[in-house]
């Protein structure tokens, strides 16, 4: 804790300077899980990569305090030495604490537990003036709720407790077929229903092949129980497993495998659920088997996957899209996003209410029971929802691709359902407000003294015309052509030292 105020008494001197000043600034965090473009270099910049570590895990309280830049394997790792696990864990282990508080993290197991951001006690902040700050359910319950989900736009996170349950050594995982998106869809909201399932998703490999994926906590495995791995290099991709096990199998028949705790919670991080093939489809000459899986599986799993995204310049030929829908029109997304996109698997995942206002992917009735719109600022829950996952090339042409985008974004408005903001945002300023709650934000932000850091709309958005104001970025750039690009992002990847870490996990299953 020493290192810690220390650390943090430096990174707000450094924000009360450029207050004083009037100077806008960015934040740097270390390694990112967006895809969001970057909007060009700034010079002032404030660092906080170093806060990094797990400070404190307190077994009988079942809290963890941890510093925003933390990712989720490490996480895992310091608290299942104690029997204890975060009740809402992020597929991919690079993806940060922090990052999952002041951004959307929707799992598997937020149908019963939330976003990231509901398990999180506290957080220390430090303000726009350069305030150090608490902020919880209790204090400062405006700023708390406000800063989840908001990008960072509203101060800097610091320090977080969060909440712990107790850990099962294995998931009892279950298959179950359906072949109508109708049918999946139905069944994944009948499944949150069900008080023996702790997780629950699904994938929808093509209209008529889908699968339903629930896990159960579970210290036993019968007699003739199945146990599957996934993050040796040597394992199956989870979601080639799942469609192996399934495609020939019966209507509403199941299959039922033990998988270790840590391989479950990371189960799609080899492969990013299914992007890691666009790889080989990117290349081209390599090909898509099973010992090139293999032989390449440093370069399959999300860490270097991410480096490589944003090193390529692919982002800007490559939909990356999380949508949350209602359940009753989930179907008809599903249906455009077949004909406008033909992409293929699509990954859903079950949301649990919000309270509003809020920058998370849900929405609300227009108008009260009155029949009057509710007032700016009114806490309001949204309703449950399914989050869908659309991942797949677009349209190589860049102007169709933004339009595809464009498309894709006012279909989901017109379907009553909200995306995730780590992804491309294609939104002009009038059509971003229309989706979110302006007044109720500003207010906090002059509340706050954010007026030097970007707004969630300046970080979000997605300038097309930049492509040609700077030829150096987008796809144009020689560094983004094919191969070049790709080749430019492993070895970026390489050099990023991400390389081998999944290989020291310590939550990965040793066969004890």
Known sequence: MENHSKHVHDIALDVRQFFAIGESYRVFHGSSNSTRPRHGAQQNVVDISMLRNVLQVDAENHVALIEPNVPMDRLVEATLVHGLVPPVVMEFPGITAGGGFSGTSGESSSFRHGFFNDTVNSVEMILGNGDVVWASRQERQDLFHGAAGAAGTLGIVTLMEIRLVEAKKLVKTTYEKVTRVSDAVAEVQSQTENPNVDHVDAIMFSKEHGVIITGQLTDTMPVGGTLRTFSNAHDPWFYMHVSDKTRDLA??????????????????????????????????????????RWLLDDYSHTRTLYHALHASGVSSQFVVQDLALPYETADGFIDWADRGLGIWPLWLCPLR??????????????????????????????????????????????ETFVAKNRQLESTLKALGGRKWLYAHTYYTDDEFWAE??????????????????????????????????????????????????????????TLSGDIGIHRRATWRYKGE
Request: proline residues 10%; positive net charge.
């Open 353 to 398: 209410k919000c309270p509003l206002p809020s920058f998370h992917p849900a929405t609300r009735p227009q108008r009260s029971v009155g029949g009057e719109k509710e007032p700016s600022g009114t806490a309001n829950m949204s309703q449950p929802m399914l989050n869908i996952g659309v991942w797949g090339w677009g349209p190589r042409e860049y």
């Open 251 to 292: 209507l509403a028949a199941t299959i039922v495998e033990y998988i270790p705790l840590g391989e479950y919670l990371f189960r799609y991080d080899r492969a990013a659920f299914w992007v890691g093939r666009q790889g080989y489809a990117y290349f081209k000459v390599i090909p898509f088997t099973k010992f090139f």
């Open 436 to 493: 979110y709650d302006r007044p109720w934000y500003e207010a906090l932000r002059e509340k706050y003294f954010a007026a030097t850091l970007p707004t969630i709309y300046d970080k979000v958005k997605v300038e097309p015309q930049a492509r040609w104001k700077n030829p150096n970025q987008w796809s144009k750039s020689w560094l983004s052509t094919w191969p070049i690009g790709g080749l430019y992002g492993m070895i970026l990847a």
